[in-house]
């Protein structure tokens, strides 16, 4: 065989390996709608054969003989081997999947299998890409084990600031700051800490949007005597919030009076505008509560 045809041979079975397999999800789907078979006119579109000019016929050529998957008429099967099965029903495989981040986001798969084998043997590399489908430098890295996993979480990768050859003090100064480690760490702490990060943003974002409406409506308010919240409710009217604690009153509209003096049946309540500081800084008392984390009203 031709290394053209090896080449296409080598891209359809990792197609069909089992850790590729297990996670493409649209050949999986193509599938499972076919009683198990993919029509090589399908593989024949993917990128990486599209790249190769590889043709329906040169794939069924190249694919003779294969241990990965299976040909009839037109279309391919991955051989289901009990290997594989029992991979499938490993409930540990994301115990040996790592995150590492920063590749230089011109890298090809090429270029980071190169990298990540001089420490391990990877059983699949996954390249992530942002909305425009372009890669972001980060990839999740299968392993064939879990000491291979804690192996590549402990390496400390070199990548990329390279600096030209010499010897002199300047040169090895401008070395050292130019270079870059992978940031490697297990695909579970990525994905807890990436769910704390999303959490804090969606914190972030209520609470810039709390404050906005808040602030213009924020008053502080004194009384003629103690005064329940029912009883300044009678007196100012559209109240939106009381907290008699802090004896912060919130309108239920913005208001343009800077004070004004509320009376009712003998009863006084003055409001005074909350400058912006003040304001803010009473906002960053209350908590914040995810719409998700919100208990259903039991009916």
């Known amino acids: 065989m031709d290394s053209r045809l090896e080449k296409i041979k080598a891209q359809v079975e990792f197609y069909f390996s089992d850790a590729n397999f297990r996670v493409d999800k649209f050949l999986r789907e193509q599938a499972m709608a076919s009683e198990g078979y993919v029509s090589i006119a399908t593989i024949a579109s993917f990128n990486r054969l599209r790249n190769l000019n590889a043709t329906v016929e040169e794939i069924k050529q190249s694919l003779e003989g294969s241990n990965v998957v299976e040909l009839k008429d037109d279309k391919v099967k991955k051989i289901e081997t009990e290997e594989y099965l029992s991979y499938v029903a490993d409930g540990c495989i994301e ?49 064939k084990s879990e000491a291979d996993a804690e192996k590549l979480v402990r390496a400390k990768i070199l990548v990329g600031g390279k600096a030209e050859n010499g010897d002199d003090e300047e040169c090895v100064k401008k070395q050292k700051s130019e270079e870059k480690y992978l940031n490697i760490i297990k695909k579970e702490d990525y994905m807890k800490e990436k769910a704390r990060m999303t959490a804090e943003k969606k914190e972030q974002v209520a609470r810039e949007a709390l404050e906005k409406d808040f602030v213009p409506r924020l008053f502080k308010y004194e009384s003629s005597e103690e005064l329940d919240v029912k009883a300044i409710r009678k007196i100012v009217k559209n109240t939106a919030f009381i907290d008699v604690n802090e004896k912060v009153i919130r309108m239920k509209y913005i208001e343009e009076f800077k004070e004004k003096k509320f009376e009712e049946e003998g009863k006084e309540v003055t409001l005074i505008k909350m400058d912006e500081d003040k304001a803010l800084e009473y906002c960053k008392k209350i908590k914040i509560v995810p719409k998700e984390d919100k208990k259903p009203i039991k009916k």
């Open 95 to 143: 115990k040996r999947v790592v995150y590492a981040e920063g590749f230089d986001k011109e890298s090809s798969l090429e270029d980071i299998e190169q990298i990540l084998s001089e420490h391990v043997e990877p059983a699949l590399i996954r390249m992530r890409r942002d909305k425009e489908k372009v890669f972001n430098g980060s990839v999740f890295v299968e392993l």
